[in-house]
């Protein structure tokens, strides 16, 4: 398992479910629909992702050189 960032590549809104699904291992189209799913039952997962997005670090950016 790799750390938890948000990529640069791949992000559809902020890369939080791009970063869950990379972090364990997971397909990242069933980690979105999930969270799509999710959505539509009551309760607090629209606050969660915004925090998430804000807490999980983006990707360092890589040196070419």
């Known amino acids: 398992m790799s750390e938890l960032h948000r990529p640069r590549t791949g992000r559809?809104?902020?890369g939080v479910c791009a970063a869950l699904?990379?972090?364990?291992?997971?397909?990242v189209?069933?980690?979105?629909v999930l969270a799509?799913?999710?959505?539509?039952?009551?309760?607090?997962q629209l606050i969660i992702y915004v925090i998430a997005?804000?807490?999980?670090?983006?990707?360092?950016a890589?040196?070419?050189?």
């Open 62 to 65: 890589t040196v070419t050189g």
């Open 29 to 32: 189209t069933l980690v979105r």
């Open 36 to 44: 799509v799913v999710s959505l539509l039952l009551p309760g607090p």
């Open 21 to 27: 699904a990379r972090r364990f291992g997971w397909d």
């Open 12 to 14: 559809v809104i902020g």
């Open 53 to 60: 997005w804000i807490v999980i670090p983006g990707e360092p």
